[in-house]
């Protein structure tokens, strides 16, 4: 039987993991067939592509738009800045359920050190785009979840923590 403490040291290594950059022959760009969209790293260049769109398990909601990320000389560094636009929309004629598109941004603080911070952007009108736009600096990684539940002030946790974050932006090569 595994004790608490032994989880939470799980999760904590499994949340190292997540954040420790891949090794250069497994972070080549991959197609996501499901979605339509490609995902991976980028290279020196500016990026500057679509993305999407995602669906909501059941394709109660989805999501799409654009992600720009400024042009860097050194690709092990993080990207000075990424601006991501887009929308999402509820396919729920439910008016109680709402459509979320859910992001998650690794950052680095001025000390090096990583942190995560999560945007989240809802619609309960059934086939009307909701925009958003939104920047972050020192990006390590954009990831983005889309889900369809309940009408809240916030995702559940449900909706950030189970299923497949799709990723938008790596900043390593």
């Known amino acids: 039987m595994i004790t608490r403490p032994l989880v939470g040291i ?22 996501d067939t499901t979605a339509g969209a490609t995902t991976g790293a980028t290279t020196n260049a500016t990026a500057n592509g679509k993305w999407g769109p995602y669906y909501a398990r059941g394709t109660k909601a989805k999501a799409n738009g654009k992600l720009t990320a400024a042009p860097k000389d050194d690709p092990s560094l993080p990207n000075p800045l990424v601006k991501v636009t887009g929308s999402v929309v509820s396919l729920s004629r439910t008016p109680s359920t709402c459509g979320w598109a859910v992001f998650r941004i690794s950052y680095f603080d001025s000390a090096n050190q990583p ?11 059934y086939g009307k785009a909701k925009k958003f736009a939104f920047s972050a600096k020192k990006v390590g990684e954009v990831e983005v979840k889309v889900c369809s539940e ?21 900043y390593y090569r």
Do not use: E
């Not at 799980?10 to 993991?17: C, D, E, N, V």
């Not at 942190?115 to 009108?125: M, V």
């Open 150 to 170: 309940r009408k809240a002030a916030k995702p559940s946790l449900n909706c950030q923590y189970a299923g497949t974050w799709k990723s938008l932006y790596v």
């Open 115 to 125: 942190h995560l911070a999560y945007r989240n952007y809802r619609t309960c009108s």
């Open 10 to 31: 799980a999760f904590a290594a499994a949340g190292i993991l997540a954040l420790a950059p891949m090794t250069a022959s497994s972070a080549g760009a991959t197609a």
